[in-house]
């Protein structure tokens, strides 16, 4: 199973050892660059309750991962569904908003690295 922050755009995905996932949007100034995960761990938890959060689980098959989760824009109440090659420390995702039919292929999320040691 997977384990770790990827990030793609605004949208950041933490994936855990036992097949939950937390999916969020991150907006910076445009100065900033997120390179790390080390802000995000202190916050994206799971069973957090934070407005546009949400919280799931994830399938993995072989390369592929696959989950469904809410949108992040509008009044939607059908899910967003991501499917995704596995490759190294990058997820090629590929989703459909079933509330609009919008696709967005090739999306590289790249698994944020841990610049510091975290206090257990």
């Given at each position: 199973?997977?384990?770790?922050?990827?990030?793609?755009?605004?949208?950041?995905?933490?994936?855990?050892?036992?097949?939950?996932?937390?999916?969020?949007?991150?907006?910076?100034?445009?100065?900033?660059?997120?390179?790390?995960?080390d802000?995000?761990?202190?916050?994206?938890?799971?069973?957090?309750?934070?407005?546009?959060?949400?919280?799931?689980?994830?399938?993995?098959?072989?390369k592929?991962?696959?989950?469904?989760?809410?949108?992040?824009?509008?009044?939607?109440?059908?899910?967003?569904?991501?499917?995704?090659?596995?490759?190294?420390?990058?997820?090629?995702?590929?989703?459909?908003?079933?509330?609009?039919?919008?696709?967005?292929?090739?999306?590289?999320?790249?698994?944020?690295?841990?610049?510091r040691?975290?206090?257990?």
């Amino acid at each position: 199973m997977l384990s770790g922050f990827y990030n793609f755009r605004h949208q950041v995905f933490r994936f855990y050892k036992d097949g939950t996932f937390l999916d969020s949007l991150i907006y910076l100034e445009p100065h900033e660059k997120l390179t790390t995960a080390d802000n995000l761990a202190e916050w994206l938890i799971r069973d957090t309750k934070i407005e546009g959060m949400f919280q799931g689980t994830y399938e993995v098959i072989g390369k592929r991962i696959r989950f469904k989760t809410k949108p992040h824009w509008g009044e939607g109440k059908q899910t967003v569904d991501f499917s995704g090659l596995i490759d190294k420390d990058t997820i090629l995702f590929t989703s459909v908003d079933n509330n609009t039919r919008r696709w967005e292929r090739n999306m590289p999320f790249v698994k944020l690295p841990m610049s510091r040691k975290r206090k257990k």
